[in-house]
């Protein structure tokens, strides 16, 4: 990360606040939002900032997170920047709407705070909402800590809102690890948001009586498929405007956090641990002690699911020889998600095994230890050792 | 009072859609329409109307239109109702059309949330009493004894075992500012109910009856007799819950409701005892509307 | 449902069959699409039937906007449901062709001009590729699940009836059709989400208000005729009219046949009974002439 270029005045807040006050600087015109615990605090920030008049919007406390997603589309498709935010059950209950959003590209932003999803019920981190809303057409980024959560809510509008785009995107946190948990965080000055983010004003889609559109029409056979491959070329065009949005906010604010991808001591590396999500700032600590025992070990965090960064991936790994891929949330017959796409990615590209580690499912919390065993295995791995394509980590009973 | 000549010439709903011939839901479309004006946006849910007026590219209305999805009609209006005050025009009237399924059963809790909020919406419901658009099946508005694809008459069940949802009476539940059934075969009070509700502010429901002759196996042509029939008999009740007063606008003559029910298919099986509970539930409901007038003065 | 009887007769005969329609956007009493395809193996391919054997008309209305032998292969057969002889059926070029008046005899035999039953009983005829008494079965097996076993026999007596009044011949070629213009757009010129605000295409207008440029009125089988001097202009029928086909004048309404469906409604609810109720064909002089977009 680069030295900061400003210095605003920095706060201790929790992952909820960093979420909220992002949409405080973005200016939504629309909040409709339900509450769910652990993103209780962000619809209650938001309700507080227009309370005290810190924000021009409407709150729209709707009955269920379908209205809520369902509100979002229909104020953002009338031409307003809108603004909301779930977990877990709401999101899952969100589901069929989603591809709405996307699928009439409205640049709506939402944090997900991420949370198992029943059954067995629990409130804590797992990656098992946002993953299987991975085919919906919306982006979908991860984060490591507070500031980052702030800081891609503001970005989340522009790569949104970029008319090369115009999808909607999740910004993701985990559950109490960010969204409960408080750290000093740059709050942004408005003045140089406002610069960064200039106001939504969509050509494309809009509901005026004085020119009228008609939008979500019932469509034939006939013009389908030319709409999913606009979906499509909105996802792949979203792969640059990601670079650049990166760059702009790194110029104006002073944080670079990389595009698609971070790495991490990764310039000489013989294995590498590719994570998502909180998982990242324990695996960096992880990498410092392994790299002072002289091991050559790497870290590759993935942000963005969505689009799946398959090129940056392909050249990080190069002179790699071996790849674990962590995930926080598993398909069930298969593998974790992010370790199924990578060795997608891959394929063609790399002869090295890449294998997946399963850990933290249901908010274990995953330590250290836990990150260790995955380096030493694939050490183990680069040395011709076996192993099986999945470890569960952390698991009673399985072996490790 | 504007009558039926008063109406303007222009359609904001236009020919070519592709109803069946006869579609009460069309007329119901075009007349409100008529009132509405151009000033206007409008929403479909899933239903029969959201396929029959809109097939990309064409579109059977000329002011802007929202489909989202079948069950979140009231939120998506109000959606747009906040949006449009926010980008500073309130003067639009924003107008939800979802049928009987889209409101009673799955949209009913979208379209409670937003009359609790009192969302500042034109809520229409256009009754053809099934859900038509999937192929004739039940809703909880299908009276009872009527023939559907999922209540068929068979040798044990003949036709609906349930008697239709009150959806008027849970939005009087709500107290918003403007609850009113209508019948097409009513013009005058028809009118004057599309204009009562354009003109209030806040949360408008409007229950609309509007036959169907696929699903309710009738000729076509009997369309407006048939909504008049069903006031006539007093099966369904043209009442008006304004800002707080009950009022039944219509007292029926109670012709007998046989004559109602014969004259569609989806009744044909209904047997003498049928009839009756049919004829009683029409004397017990009457008398409960006369009590909503004591009560809501 | 004429279809499914089809192949139900065809498996009634020891063959494999798929009937399938074409699901469109259309309520009742649209033109529909429907496809059957027969053999003696099994039936492997599902797509639609672009090169077929044999066409059958059930409206021979459409044959003024659509070019129904466009895809029948050299030597297929044309089954029209017309009071005409098949002398007198234009097509675009020549073809082999059977005619009956399906709708009378659905009148006559049902009561209703329904005549997809009736029009299987030409097939047989005309084609000879399927039994009388198979065709009847089908019907029933289809007819009768849905009408029960009454309405299904009568079904089947309308097939016997049309069989024996099909004669065939020759059509005359010579029709000409403007090609039919459909707004295809590519994925670059096709606006993001579909939105849609009013805008003229090579295949005509499209966005709101636009559906106008569907003519319903090829629909209809009846259709409502003035009587001028009746018309008190009371304006009820227009009021009513869900396809907005009545159009306000000075001293009396008029018809719009380019989208009367022909529901009969604006008949029903005229007080000085203005309005007849007319078979088709008698107005016919007076139906648009236009292809339908
Ligand atoms: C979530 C969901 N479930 C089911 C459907 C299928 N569906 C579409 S329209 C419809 C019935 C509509 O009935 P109604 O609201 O009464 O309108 P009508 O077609 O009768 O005019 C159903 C069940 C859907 N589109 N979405
Ligand atoms: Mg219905």
Same mark, same amino acid.
């Given at each position: 990360?680069?030295?900061?270029?400003?210095?605003?005045?920095?706060?201790?807040?929790?992952?909820?606040?960093?979420?909220?006050?992002?949409?405080? @600087?973005?200016?939504?015109?629309?909040?409709?939002?339900?509450?769910?615990?652990?993103?209780?605090?962000?619809?209650?920030?938001?309700?507080?900032?227009?309370?005290?008049?810190?924000?021009?919007?409407?709150?729209?406390?709707?009955?269920?997170?379908?209205?809520?997603?369902?509100?979002?589309?229909?104020?953002?498709?009338?031409?307003?920047?809108?603004?909301?935010?779930?977990?877990?059950?709401?999101?899952?209950?969100?589901?069929?709407?989603?591809?709405?959003?996307?699928?009439?590209?409205?640049?709506?932003?939402?944090?997900?705070?991420?949370?198992?999803?029943?059954?067995?019920?629990?409130?804590?981190?797992?990656?098992?909402?946002?993953?299987?809303?991975?085919?919906?057409?919306? @982006?979908?980024?991860?984060?490591?800590?507070?500031?980052?959560?702030?800081?891609?809510?503001?970005?989340?509008?522009?790569?949104?809102?970029?008319?090369?785009?115009?999808?909607?995107?999740?910004?993701?946190?985990?559950?109490?690890?960010?969204?409960?948990?408080?750290?000093?965080?740059?709050?942004?000055?408005?003045? =140089?948001?406002?610069?960064?983010?200039?106001?939504?004003?969509?050509?494309?889609?809009?509901?005026?009586?004085?020119?009228?559109?008609?939008?979500?029409?019932?469509?034939?056979?006939?013009?389908? =498929?030319?709409?999913?491959?606009?979906?499509?070329?909105?996802?792949?065009?979203?792969?640059?405007?990601?670079?650049?949005?990166?760059?702009?906010?790194?110029?104006?604010?002073?944080?670079?956090?990389?595009?698609?991808?971070?790495?991490?001591? =990764?310039?000489?590396?013989?294995?590498?641990? =590719?994570?998502?999500?909180?998982?990242?700032?324990?695996?960096?600590?992880?990498?410092?002690?392994?790299?002072?025992?002289?091991?050559?070990?790497?870290?590759?965090?993935?942000?963005?699911?969505?689009?799946?960064?398959?090129?940056?991936?392909?050249?990080?790994?190069?002179?790699?020889?071996? @790849?674990?891929?962590?995930?926080?949330?598993?398909?069930?017959?298969?593998?974790?998600?992010?370790?199924?796409?990578?060795?997608?990615?891959?394929?063609?590209?790399?002869?090295?095994?890449?294998?997946?580690?399963?850990?933290?499912?249901?908010?274990?919390?995953?330590?250290?230890?836990?990150?260790?065993?995955?380096?030493?295995?694939?050490?183990?791995?680069?040395?011709?050792?076996?192993?099986?394509?999945?470890?569960?980590?952390?698991?009673?009973?399985?072996?490790? | 009072?504007?009558?039926?000549?008063?109406?303007?010439?222009?359609?904001?709903?236009?020919?070519?859609?592709?109803?069946?011939?006869?579609?009460?839901?069309?007329?119901?479309?075009?007349?409100?329409?008529?009132?509405?004006?151009?000033?206007?946006?409008?929403?479909? &849910?899933?239903?029969?109307?959201?396929?029959?007026?809109?097939?990309?590219?064409?579109?059977?209305?000329?002011?802007?239109?929202?489909?989202?999805?079948?069950?979140?009609?009231?939120?998506?209006?109000?959606?747009?109702?906040?949006?449009?005050?926010?980008?500073?025009?309130?003067?639009?009237?924003?107008?939800?059309?979802?049928?009987?399924?889209?409101?009673?059963?799955?949209?009913?809790?979208?379209?409670?949330?937003?009359?609790?909020?009192?969302?500042?919406?034109?809520?229409?419901?256009?009754?053809?009493?099934?859900?038509?658009?999937?192929?004739?099946?039940?809703?909880?508005?299908? &009276?009872?004894?009527? #023939?559907?694809?999922?209540?068929?008459?068979?040798?044990?069940?003949?036709?609906?075992?349930?008697?239709?949802?009150?959806?008027?009476?849970?939005?009087?539940?709500?107290?918003?500012?403007?609850?009113?059934?209508?019948?097409?075969?009513?013009?005058?009070?028809?009118?004057?109910?599309?204009?009562?509700?354009?003109?209030?502010?806040?949360?408008?429901?409007?229950?609309?009856?509007?036959?169907?002759?696929?699903?309710?196996?009738?000729?076509?042509?009997?369309?407006?007799?048939?909504?008049?029939?069903?006031?006539?008999?007093?099966?369904?009740?043209?009442?008006?819950?304004?800002?707080?007063?009950?009022?039944?606008?219509?007292? &029926?003559?109670?012709?007998?409701?046989?004559?109602?029910?014969?004259?569609?298919?989806?009744?044909?099986?209904?047997?003498?005892?049928?009839?009756?509970?049919?004829?009683? #539930?029409?004397?017990?409901?009457?008398?409960?509307?006369?009590?909503?007038?004591?009560?809501?003065? | 449902?004429?279809?499914? *009887?089809?192949?139900?007769?065809?498996?009634?005969?020891?063959?494999?069959?798929? *009937?399938?329609?074409?699901?469109?956007?259309?309520?009742?009493?649209?033109?529909?699409?429907?496809?059957?395809?027969?053999?003696?193996?099994?039936?492997?391919?599902?797509?639609?039937? %672009?090169?077929?054997? %044999?066409?059958?008309?059930?409206?021979?209305?459409?044959?003024?906007?659509?070019?129904?032998?466009?895809?029948?292969?050299?030597?297929?057969?044309?089954?029209?449901?017309?009071?005409?002889?098949?002398?007198?059926?234009?097509?675009?070029?020549?073809?082999?062709?059977?005619?009956?008046?399906?709708?009378?005899?659905?009148?006559?035999?049902?009561?209703?001009?329904?005549? $997809?039953?009736?029009?299987?009983?030409?097939?047989?005829?005309?084609?000879?590729?399927?039994?009388?008494?198979?065709?009847?079965?089908?019907?029933?097996?289809?007819?009768?699940?849905?009408?029960?076993?009454?309405?299904?026999?009568? $079904?089947?007596?309308?097939?016997?009836?049309?069989?024996? +009044?099909?004669?065939?011949?020759?059509?005359?070629?010579?029709? +000409?059709?403007?090609?039919?213009?459909? /707004?295809?757009?590519? %994925?670059?010129?096709?606006?993001?989400?579909?939105?849609?605000?009013?805008?003229?295409?090579?295949?005509?207008?499209?966005?709101?208000?636009?559906?106008?440029?569907?003519?319903?009125?090829? /629909?209809?089988?009846?259709? !409502?005729?003035?009587?001028?001097?009746?018309?008190? $202009?009371?304006?009820?029928? /227009?009021?009513?009219? !869900?396809?907005?086909?009545?159009?306000?004048?000075?001293?009396?309404?008029?018809? $719009? %046949?380019?989208?009367?469906?022909?529901?009969?409604?604006?008949?029903?609810?005229?007080?000085?009974? *203005?309005? +007849? /109720?007319?078979?088709?064909?008698?107005?016919?002089?007076?139906?648009?002439?236009?292809?339908?977009?």
């Amino acid at each position: 990360m680069m030295q900061m270029k400003t210095q605003t005045e920095k706060k201790v807040v929790t992952g909820d606040y960093a979420a909220a006050h992002g949409a405080l @600087l973005a200016r939504p015109k629309l909040i409709a939002a339900y509450p769910i615990t652990p993103q209780t605090f962000i619809v209650e920030h938001m309700s507080e900032f227009i309370a005290d008049g810190k924000l021009d919007a409407d709150y729209m406390a709707v009955e269920s997170e379908h209205s809520a997603m369902s509100a979002c589309i229909a104020a953002e498709a009338t031409g307003v920047r809108t603004y909301t935010a779930t977990s877990s059950q709401g999101l899952a209950l969100m589901h069929e709407t989603l591809f709405v959003a996307a699928g009439l590209h409205l640049p709506i932003v939402m944090p997900v705070v991420n949370r198992t999803l029943a059954a067995p019920i629990g409130i804590w981190c797992e990656h098992n909402d946002t993953m299987p809303q991975r085919d919906t057409g919306w @982006l979908q980024v991860y984060c490591e800590d507070n500031q980052e959560v702030l800081d891609m809510v503001i970005q989340a509008y522009k790569i949104a809102e970029d008319e090369r785009v115009l999808l909607p995107i999740m910004v993701n946190l985990d559950a109490f690890i960010l969204s409960h948990t408080v750290e000093p965080v740059d709050l942004l000055d408005q003045k =140089m948001v406002d610069a960064f983010l200039p106001p939504y004003k969509p050509k494309h889609a809009y509901l005026d009586p004085s020119d009228p559109m008609v939008v979500g029409s019932f469509a034939p056979p006939e013009y389908i =498929m030319e709409a999913r491959y606009q979906t499509e070329m909105s996802m792949q065009a979203a792969r640059e405007v990601i670079g650049e949005v990166t760059e702009e906010f790194a110029d104006k604010f002073g944080r670079d956090y990389g595009g698609l991808i971070d790495t991490y001591r =990764m310039d000489d590396a013989e294995v590498a641990l =590719m994570t998502l999500g909180t998982v990242t700032g324990t695996a960096r600590d992880v990498v410092d002690s392994f790299r002072a025992n002289g091991k050559k070990v790497g870290l590759i965090k993935l942000r963005f699911f969505r689009p799946f960064p398959a090129r940056e991936l392909i050249e990080a790994t190069k002179g790699l020889k071996a @790849l674990g891929v962590y995930d926080r949330a598993i398909s069930f017959g298969s593998g974790g998600p992010s370790w199924i796409e990578t060795r997608h990615a891959l394929y063609g590209h790399t002869d090295i095994p890449v294998t997946g580690f399963l850990a933290g499912l249901g908010g274990r919390d995953v330590t250290p230890e836990n990150v260790g065993m995955m380096f030493d295995s694939l050490l183990g791995l680069a040395k011709g050792q076996g192993m099986p394509h999945v470890s569960w980590i952390g698991t009673r009973g399985v072996e490790p | 009072m504007t009558t039926v000549k008063e109406l303007p010439v222009q359609d904001y709903f236009t020919s070519g859609h592709t109803a069946c011939p006869g579609c009460g839901g069309a007329m119901v479309a075009r007349i409100a329409m008529k009132v509405f004006g151009p000033n206007t946006v409008v929403y479909h &849910p899933a239903s029969c109307m959201l396929i029959f007026s809109s097939t990309y590219p064409n579109n059977a209305f000329k002011v802007p239109f929202l489909h989202v999805l079948f069950e979140n009609s009231a939120v998506c209006a109000a959606g747009i109702k906040r949006a449009l005050n926010r980008l500073g025009k309130s003067d639009v009237n924003v107008v939800a059309f979802a049928g009987d399924g889209g409101t009673a059963d799955i949209g009913l809790q979208a379209l409670s949330g937003a009359a609790e909020r009192n969302e500042d919406i034109i809520y229409i419901m256009y009754d053809n009493e099934a859900y038509m658009n999937t192929g004739i099946q039940r809703s909880s508005s299908t &009276p009872f004894g009527a #023939w559907t694809t999922t209540t068929p008459v068979g040798s044990v069940h003949a036709g609906k075992v349930e008697f239709k949802k009150d959806v008027p009476r849970i939005m009087m539940a709500h107290d918003v500012p403007y609850v009113a059934t209508a019948s097409i075969a009513y013009p005058t009070d028809f009118i004057k109910k599309l204009e009562k509700a354009k003109a209030k502010k806040g949360f408008r429901y409007l229950q609309v009856l509007a036959p169907c002759p696929t699903g309710w196996k009738a000729e076509s042509s009997k369309m407006v007799e048939l909504a008049r029939m069903a006031v006539e008999t007093g099966i369904w009740t043209l009442m008006e819950y304004e800002d707080g007063k009950y009022t039944v606008n219509r007292t &029926p003559k109670f012709s007998p409701v046989q004559d109602y029910l014969k004259a569609q298919g989806r009744f044909k099986h209904l047997t003498p005892e049928d009839i009756k509970k049919i004829q009683d #539930w029409v004397k017990s409901k009457w008398e409960k509307d006369k009590a909503l007038e004591q009560v809501y003065k | 449902m004429a279809a499914q *009887a089809l192949a139900a007769a065809a498996f009634r005969e020891g063959n494999h069959a798929l *009937a399938f329609p074409f699901f469109g956007a259309e309520r009742r009493g649209a033109p529909v699409l429907a496809f059957a395809r027969v053999d003696s193996k099994k039936i492997r391919q599902r797509t639609q039937v %672009y090169k077929p054997d %044999y066409v059958v008309v059930l409206d021979d209305k459409l044959m003024g906007y659509v070019d129904v032998t466009a895809g029948l292969k050299e030597g297929g057969t044309l089954v029209v449901n017309s009071p005409l002889p098949p002398e007198k059926i234009v097509t675009e070029r020549p073809v082999k062709c059977a005619t009956v008046d399906a709708t009378g005899v659905a009148l006559e035999v049902l009561g209703v001009p329904v005549t $997809n039953s009736a029009i299987l009983g030409a097939f047989a005829k005309a084609t000879g590729q399927i039994k009388l008494e198979s065709v009847e079965k089908g019907i029933m097996d289809i007819f009768g699940a849905r009408l029960g076993e009454k309405g299904g026999r009568k $079904n089947a007596d309308a097939a016997r009836k049309a069989f024996e +009044k099909t004669t065939a011949g020759m059509s005359v070629g010579g029709r +000409k059709f403007k090609p039919v213009k459909k /707004w295809l757009p590519d %994925y670059k010129e096709l606006p993001l989400s579909l939105g849609l605000r009013v805008t003229m295409t090579e295949a005509g207008r499209v966005g709101p208000g636009s559906f106008d440029v569907n003519k319903t009125g090829s /629909w209809r089988t009846f259709a !409502p005729v003035l009587d001028d001097a009746k018309c008190t $202009n009371c304006l009820i029928c /227009w009021f009513y009219c !869900p396809d907005g086909a009545v159009v306000r004048g000075e001293k009396h309404v008029s018809v $719009n %046949y380019d989208y009367c469906k022909g529901c009969g409604v604006c008949v029903e609810v005229c007080a000085p009974k *203005a309005l +007849k /109720w007319v078979r088709t064909e008698e107005v016919e002089e007076k139906l648009p002439s236009e292809a339908i977009a």
